[in-house]
């Protein structure tokens, strides 16, 4: 299985983001603080449907965000599935977190229920 896009918005330190990863080995490097791992969590939450890190929906929204989401396809050999920008995490008025799902696959284990082995 390959990634062929990832989308994020307002996710973590990520305004917009729109990535096409090489089809073999990616590198990311940079300094500290520049958003590394915030992309490889942004990458579990459009596989698996959670942060690694354990966050809160609320933890990963963008500063001053009222939501974020996150987006992508998956391919497998010349069949490309589509994640849409399915997760959808804000806050109410009242300072509650919130968690929406657009229609779409279940959020655990996503990889595995479009491709089962």
């Known amino acids: 299985m390959e990634i062929d896009r990832v989308e994020l918005s307002d996710f973590r ?3 917009t983001l729109s990535l096409t990863p090489a089809p073999h080995l990616n590198v990311l490097a940079g300094p500290n603080a520049q958003g590394k791992t915030n992309l490889l969590e ?3 939450v459009l596989l698996v449907g ?5 966050a809160k929906a609320a933890d990963m929204l963008g500063w001053g ?5 996150v987006g ?3 391919r497998r050999g010349e069949t490309v599935r589509a994640i849409p ?5 804000g806050k109410t008025d009242a300072g ?14 996503l990889a595995g229920r479009i491709w089962p082995s």
Do not use: H, Q, T, W
């Open 42 to 44: 942004g990458l579990g």
């Open 85 to 89: 920008a399915r997760s959808s995490c």
């Open 13 to 15: 330190n990520y305004r």
């Open 96 to 109: 509650a977190s919130v968690v929406k799902d657009a229609p779409g696959p279940a959020r655990s284990g």
């Open 50 to 54: 959670r942060s690694f890190r354990g």
């Open 65 to 69: 965000a009222a939501s974020a989401f």
């Open 72 to 74: 992508g396809e998956i």
